[in-house]
């Protein structure tokens, strides 16, 4: 079973920079690939980041250039930064593990709004 924690989620304005973490538990944290999702209103949820096992990343494009996602290994924990943030940027986002299931965290809301 995985256990996934996200926060670093809140309200910024338009141009600002946000740093989400999300803190693994209970599994072998390096052989998972891990992502970040997110979930606007009235909208399917869809792909931001992944970082495989290898740290190979691959980026939504409508993020490329202005989101960066990495993991730590010895903290278990993977993140994503943030820059130039828009509006259109606001959402639920979701920290998922992967490694032939899917594991969810509980989601932590980003806002983007002067």
């Known amino acids: 079973q995985v256990q996934l924690v996200e926060s670093g989620g809140g309200l910024v304005q338009p141009g600002g920079s946000l740093r989400l973490s999300c803190a693994a538990s209970g599994t072998i944290f390096s052989i998972y690939r891990m992502g970040w999702y997110r979930q606007a209103p009235g909208k399917q949820r869809e792909v931001v980041a992944t970082?495989?096992?290898?740290?190979?990343?691959n980026y939504a494009d409508s993020v490329k250039g202005r989101f960066t996602i990495t993991r730590d290994s010895a903290k278990n924990t993977v993140y994503l930064q943030m820059n130039s943030l828009e509006p259109e940027d606001t959402a639920v986002y979701y920290c998922?593990?992967?490694?032939?299931?899917?594991?969810w965290g509980q989601g932590t809301q980003v806002t983007v709004s002067s």
């Open positions: 998922n593990a992967y490694r032939g299931d899917n594991y």
């Open positions: 970082i495989s096992s290898t740290r190979y990343t």
